[in-house]
């Protein structure tokens, strides 16, 4: 497909110059705009206006792509705060659907719930003043990473790290991390019960620069797009991921790191929940109390998580990512989550974030975590 990004010249207009607004080659044809996302990792978010009804948007759409879309639905807003999803309907193979009969004056439409910046601006402005709350920014080379911390470091309490964005598109775990941020600030959950004796440090989204580019994933002071979430056993990881390694191999060593959970998501492309960990990594091995500790503390934190489901494989998927180097550097046990679009949107990411605060504080001892 040769179109390039430019207005067709009709009345319809398409625009994607706002906040995590990000572009497509399209093509208008009366009251139907085509997208085509079949290259370079298929995220959008559109503004279309100028239309009557009714408004078809068709998706071209390639490889895993299309069983995503499927089982989550366009994402649509009539204001571009309030996202909803619609069903979209496969015409043909790689060629996706929708009919919006009342579309509103504009309307925007997403592959994945809007998650960025002004999310984060939104959310230190309702955090602040809040519950044991404080927000701390880090910084390197013009990149930021804001930490929203919950309880006072004393320098020897427990700490315990929710992480949404490693993947900038898999916004569904940056919105969980938003609703526990949100939850701890209202002291509106059991776990603030935990921060006098524990810290509770929450990232939204790690790289906020990355989910404004229309890379999946991270993309570099270069402007390539990497998977970032693999850049942990990195010798000089990107900023935001050498921000945080920092801070997590330090408590590492300090024998004070808690949970460490990553919050992802596979979007629609698995209709669970899905919360694990590793049984090795590198020549390190768990076995004995703290594989039983760590097989018990995933069965524990799942139960209740809308479509939660649990998995203790024996190796990672892909070298680099956190658990794998965690573990095979520092014997260190830690967590990721996939927070499913599949069926469920914002009201199943807050129930998820509730429910885990919650089973957080059913852990008697967070001391196996470190070796
Ligand atoms: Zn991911």
Not at 326 to 350: D, N, P, S
């Amino acid at each position: 497909m040769d179109w390039t990004w430019t207005d067709a010249g009709g009345v319809m207009r398409v625009e994607h110059h706002f906040e995590g607004g990000i572009g497509r080659p399209y093509r208008t044809e009366g009251d139907a705009v085509t997208f085509d996302l079949a290259e370079g990792g298929g995220v959008m978010h559109v503004r279309i206006s100028g239309y009557g009804a009714p408004l078809r948007i068709t998706l071209l759409v390639g490889g895993k792509q299309e069983n995503m879309l499927m089982g989550q639905g366009l994402i649509v807003s009539r204001d571009g705060y309030h996202y909803e999803p619609v069903a979209l309907e496969k015409e043909a193979d790689g060629r996706l659907s929708v009919v919006m009969d009342d579309p509103g004056e504009a309307l925007w439409a997403a592959t994945r719930y809007p998650y960025g910046a002004s999310a984060l601006a939104g959310l230190a402005m309702h955090v602040a003043g809040g519950h044991a709350a404080g927000v701390r920014l880090l910084r390197k080379d013009r990149r930021t990473v804001p930490v929203f911390e919950f309880g006072h470091d004393d320098g020897h309490k427990m700490v315990h790290y929710f992480i949404g964005g490693e993947d900038a598109w898999e916004t569904a775990g940056c919105i969980t991390a938003d609703a526990m941020a949100r939850l701890l600030a209202s002291n509106g959950t059991p776990a603030c019960e935990m921060l006098d004796h524990s810290v509770i440090r929450v990232i939204p989204l790690l790289s906020a620069y990355s989910a404004s580019q229309p890379g999946s994933s991270y993309t570099t002071m270069e402007g390539e797009s990497i998977y970032g979430a693999a850049t942990w056993g990195d010798l000089d990881p990107p900023p935001e991921y050498s921000l945080v390694r920092d801070e997590i191999t330090g408590l590492i060593k300090a024998k004070r790191l808690g949970l460490m959970l990553t919050l992802h998501s596979w979007q629609g492309g698995n209709p669970n929940s899905v919360i694990e960990t590793i049984r090795s990594a590198g020549h390190r091995r768990l076995e004995g109390h703290r594989r039983e500790w760590a097989a018990t503390v995933l069965e524990t934190l799942i139960r209740g998580v809308p479509k939660g489901h649990a998995e203790f494989p024996e190796k990672i998927w892909h070298p680099g990512l956190a658990r794998d180097y965690l573990l095979a550097e520092y014997g260190a046990i830690t967590f990721r989550a996939e927070v499913t679009t599949h069926g469920q949107g914002r009201k199943g990411f807050y129930e998820t974030a509730r429910v885990f605060l919650a089973n957080v504080t059913k852990v008697a001892d967070w001391k196996p975590v470190c070796p």
